[in-house]
């Protein structure tokens, strides 16, 4: 399983062609290869982010946005994923105004849109798609109206709605793209390994899942951004190994 960072944790630093720069530069310096692309401010020319890739030698995994920001400019998102190199375009939460069978037809509209692209749809469920006010799992729902649909797993989110995590991903065995490690404690957002998360079978669940990407994630930090996503990464880094040493 490859391992790597989703850049939505480097948002306030993602402003400018020289910020972006210099991220990638360190990201790259603390061994990272593989990224997940998100909320890059739209003011850095979309050229210039792939030639920072080049040049760092970072390979982006996919796009990721908010499903309403997507739908809103569905081309836009696409010729990012194009220019820098991605397969997965991911877009995450649900739609308030929208149910799960309406939802799933704007998905497959975009599926169709894509076709012959190389580019391939997964959905980022976050904590109000496993919950609603008649006690139903709205992902769930969309993920049986979709039976093709790819998931990327946000960890979090699926741990505070309640579902074990290692049973969740074997469930789900796959359609899993990739998975976010994030984690908390009392305080706020954490590094992935230093929350409070029992975080016990959730990696082995992920390898025998087939998920092929595992990103760690950070958008809230008390300390260096970099020192936090190095800290997880290593931590990711060690579970994986670790996981992969007990295999029979």
Request: contains cysteine.
């Amino acid at each position: 399983m490859k391992t790597g960072v989703q850049l939505s944790s480097l948002r306030p630093l993602l402003t400018s062609p020289d910020e972006v720069g210099y991220a990638f530069s360190v990201l790259a310096a603390m061994g990272c290869r593989d990224v997940q692309i998100q909320w890059i401010d739209p003011s850095v020319p979309v050229e210039f982010v792939a030639q920072a890739l080049r040049e760092y030698g970072l390979v982006s995994h996919g796009v990721q946005d908010y499903a309403s920001a997507v739908m809103d400019n569905p081309s836009c998102y696409v010729e990012m994923n194009r220019l820098t190199g991605g397969t997965w375009l991911t877009l995450s939460r649900i739609p308030a105004a929208l149910s799960p069978t309406a939802f799933a037809r704007e998905l497959r509209s975009l599926q169709r849109d894509l076709e012959g692209s190389g580019q391939l749809l997964s959905f980022h469920p976050v904590l109000s798609d496993y919950t609603s006010p008649d006690l139903s799992c709205p992902v769930e729902e969309l993920l049986r109206l979709m039976p093709d649909l790819s998931l990327c797993l946000d960890l979090y989110h699926l741990n505070r709605a309640g579902f074990s995590m290692p049973a969740w991903i074997r469930d789900h065995a796959g359609r899993i793209s990739s998975v976010h490690f994030k984690d908390a404690d009392a305080s706020g957002l954490v590094p992935a390994g230093r929350g409070d998360t029992d975080w016990r079978q959730v990696v082995p669940a992920c390898l025998s899942a087939g998920v092929s990407c595992a990103f760690v994630e950070q958008e809230t930090w008390s300390g260096d951004p970099f020192r936090c996503l190095k800290e997880a990464l290593d931590w990711l880094r060690n579970e994986c190994d670790a996981a992969e040493g007990s295999s029979p």
